[in-house]
């Protein structure tokens, strides 16, 4: 079956510094791939649609000056978390859609903790 | 607006039969998902309907009806590896996925 990989798995940074996070799909071309939150016992929150060759979109209330998402290529899509704080402290997943339903493939998921 | 609604939380006894429910208002259909988050853990995905009627897929199924927007994800023979959140989640006319809350399973021995 088709393979999101995230990276890293988990991440600790100090207040006002930058985090990057990769998303890639391994076995598939992905010119869509979405950015989820999730805080603790809280269900997913989409942060913006991650598109290749274009800007990304973002959800209302997300500041897309803090959380910079890059479309690379086909198979990356990046997160660069920027000045963390540590109300940013959270678990960060990336998802990819494949086939005709469309199904999204979750990577693992990255937990941030910013100190 | 959309929205998706499923129980918070849901208790059943190993072995037995639990129907969890998700009701939903959305802008279009293209489908609906479920998938099963263990805690600190991506999502999996469990099943996709896009007709009416029953899915089955070994110890788990999912119904929908389309003209109530309503679906469940019946699981039987609960082990204790069961025991997750369960979401529910539709996808709209614009192929975004609206995601309900989450159930949480617990399943006791």
């Known amino acids: 079956g088709a393979v999101v990989s995230q990276h890293p798995s988990w991440v600790i940074c100090k207040s006002g510094t930058s985090v990057k996070i990769e998303c890639r799909s391994l076995?598939?071309?992905?010119?869509?791939m979405f950015w989820y939150r999730q805080f603790p016992k809280q269900s997913l929150m989409l942060m913006a649609t991650?598109?290749?060759?274009?800007?990304?979109?973002?959800e209302q209330g997300v500041e897309k000056d803090k959380f910079l998402i890059n479309h690379a290529s086909l198979t990356l899509s990046t997160l660069t978390v920027t000045s963390a704080h540590p109300e940013d402290s959270s678990f960060y997943i990336c998802?990819?859609?494949?086939?005709?339903?469309?199904?999204?493939?979750f990577g693992p998921g990255t937990r941030l903790t910013v100190t | 607006g959309q929205n998706i609604d499923q129980p918070t939380e849901m208790t059943a006894t190993e072995g037995a039969i639990v129907q969890i429910n998700c009701t939903y208002q959305?802008?279009?259909?293209?489908?609906l998902f479920w998938y099963q988050q263990h805690a600190g853990e991506a999502p999996t995905f469990l099943s996709y309907n896009v007709l009416d009627g029953l899915e089955e897929k070994g110890r788990f199924s999912s119904f929908l009806s389309r003209s109530k927007g309503y679906s469940y994800l019946l699981l039987k023979e609960l082990q204790m590896k069961d025991s997750a959140s369960y979401l529910c989640?539709?996808?709209?006319?614009?192929?975004?996925?609206?995601w309900g809350a989450g159930t949480k399973l617990i399943i006791k021995p």
């Open positions: 959305t802008s279009g259909f293209n489908g």
């Open positions: 991650s598109n290749e060759g274009s800007k990304a979109t973002y």
């Open positions: 076995d598939f071309q992905a010119t869509t």
């Open positions: 998802s990819a859609p494949l086939g005709q339903t469309y199904e999204q493939y």
């Open positions: 989640a539709v996808m709209d006319s614009n192929y975004q996925l609206i």
